[in-house]
């Protein structure tokens, strides 16, 4: 094996501490979701928190990407500082951060789904 064609290692990126910790945050996103579906109303304090959550999710999510793009420019004239394959794994993690985005949509749209909606009078003071 030729050791001039290995992809030089970056336990920044690839590195299974690394990984492990964006797989767990993930995983750990869900939890909420199914607490507050198991009695199947969401309140708005409920719904609050995973938006609030969906947002710190996508922060870390953009922060990825924009060092990414910094990292592959490259400083000054030098080349890229960030392999290929690296920048592929990272792109792979930063789009699984964005997942949490669906869980509050997910719950959002379950929200709207249960209101009650109740006719309105037909008097100015109703309106």
């Not at 959550?53 to 793009?69: E, H, R, Y």
């Not at 964005?98 to 309106?127: E, V």
Request: hydrophobic content about 45%; charged content about 15%.
């Amino acid at each position: 094996m030729d050791l001039d064609k290995c992809l030089p290692a970056n336990p920044d990126i690839s590195g299974i501490g690394v990984r492990a910790a964006i797989y767990t945050q993930n995983l750990l996103c869900f939890v909420p979701l199914f607490v507050y579906l198991w009695d199947k109303k969401i309140t708005r304090d409920e719904l609050a928190g995973i938006r609030d959550q969906s947002i710190g999710m996508l922060a870390v999510a953009f922060s990825i990407l924009i060092t990414t793009i910094i990292l592959a420019k490259g400083p000054g004239s030098q080349g890229p500082a960030i392999s290929s394959f690296h920048a592929a794994i990272v792109l792979d993690l930063s789009w699984m951060n964005n997942t949490s985005t669906w869980i509050w949509f997910i719950l959002y749209a379950h929200q709207r789904s249960t209101i009650d909606y109740k006719p309105t009078d037909p008097t100015w003071s109703a309106w």
